[in-house]
């Protein structure tokens, strides 16, 4: 079973940037993805990365903005996040799914979670 652990999470000003990073304990077979929920809504699939073949999915509200990498060596995904908006204040999530049943960025699909860190964008 992969153990996700996230990490950079912060206060930052509108048009600011933060760099979220998700340390998984087993790289290999997995696709690992960024979720987000806002108090009093769903949570939502941000950004989604397959390791084993590199390809990637964006939200509609993050492209261009937000881009999503691999350190295999470090075994750890990143989510660099670029100009930042107020709508972007939520907790943030990595989860993992086995590349297998790898379908895109829908958080019911993925099995493996880690704790949240906390993203604030003040206006």
């Known amino acids: 079973e992969v153990q996700l652990q996230a990490s950079g999470g912060g206060l930052v000003e509108a048009g600011g940037s933060l760099r979220l990073s998700c340390v998984a304990s087993d790289f290999d077979d997995y696709a690992i993805g960024w979720f987000r929920q806002a108090p009093g809504k769903e949570r939502e699939g941000v950004s989604c990365?397959?390791?084993?073949?590199?390809?990637?999915y964006y939200a509609d509200s993050v492209k261009g903005r937000f881009t999503i990498s691999i350190n295999n060596a470090r075994n750890t995904v990143y989510l660099q996040m670029n100009s930042l908006k107020p709508e972007d204040t939520a907790v943030y999530y990595c989860?993992?799914?086995?590349?297998?049943?790898?379908?895109?960025?829908?958080?019911?699909?993925?099995?493996?979670w880690g704790q949240g860190t906390l993203v604030t964008v003040s206006s």
């Open positions: 990365i397959s390791t084993a073949d590199g390809s990637t």
């Open positions: 989860a993992a799914v086995v590349e297998g049943d790898y379908n895109g960025c829908y958080p019911g699909d993925y099995d493996y």
